[in-house]
């Protein structure tokens, strides 16, 4: 059975950090795409960050470049997403979801998701 569980979200002030951890359980993730996508309220969920072991690549929304980070423990098997000087505006749901080998930055190309993990920048 593939899980995704995200864990380490929470409340922290403007200009704080946060990482987000996805431990994904049920299939070999040597071979898949690791993606955090977010949802803000009454917004569409959109593509945050992604990393593919076939290729190497990583991706970032426009919005977080330069501060946020992926990265993998492959011998955790566990991804992780560093956020670095959070604002208000990267309040929001983030979710890890799973797409086979390579990265896409839309929605419908992932297979499985986790529950997700709020969190909320707020002074």
């Known amino acids: 059975q593939v899980r995704l569980v995200e864990s380490g979200g929470g409340l922290v002030q403007p200009g704080g950090s946060l990482r987000l951890s996805c431990a994904p359980s049920?299939?070999?993730?040597?071979?898949?795409?690791m993606a955090w996508f977010r949802q803000a309220p009454g917004k569409r969920r959109e593509a945050v960050s992604c990393?593919?072991?076939?290729?190497?690549?990583?991706y970032y929304g426009d919005s977080v470049k330069g501060r946020f980070a992926i990265s993998r423990d492959n011998d955790a098997k566990t991804v992780y997403l560093q956020m670095n000087n959070l604002k208000p505006e990267d309040t929001a749901v983030y979710f890890c979801?799973?797409?086979?080998?390579?990265?896409?930055?839309?929605?419908?190309?992932?297979?499985?998701w986790g529950q997700g993990t709020q969190v909320t920048v707020s002074s």
């Open positions: 979801a799973r797409r086979n080998r390579f990265c896409s930055g839309t929605e419908s190309d992932y297979v499985d």
């Open positions: 049920g299939f070999v993730w040597e071979y898949y795409a």
């Open positions: 990393n593919s072991n076939m290729d190497g690549n990583r």
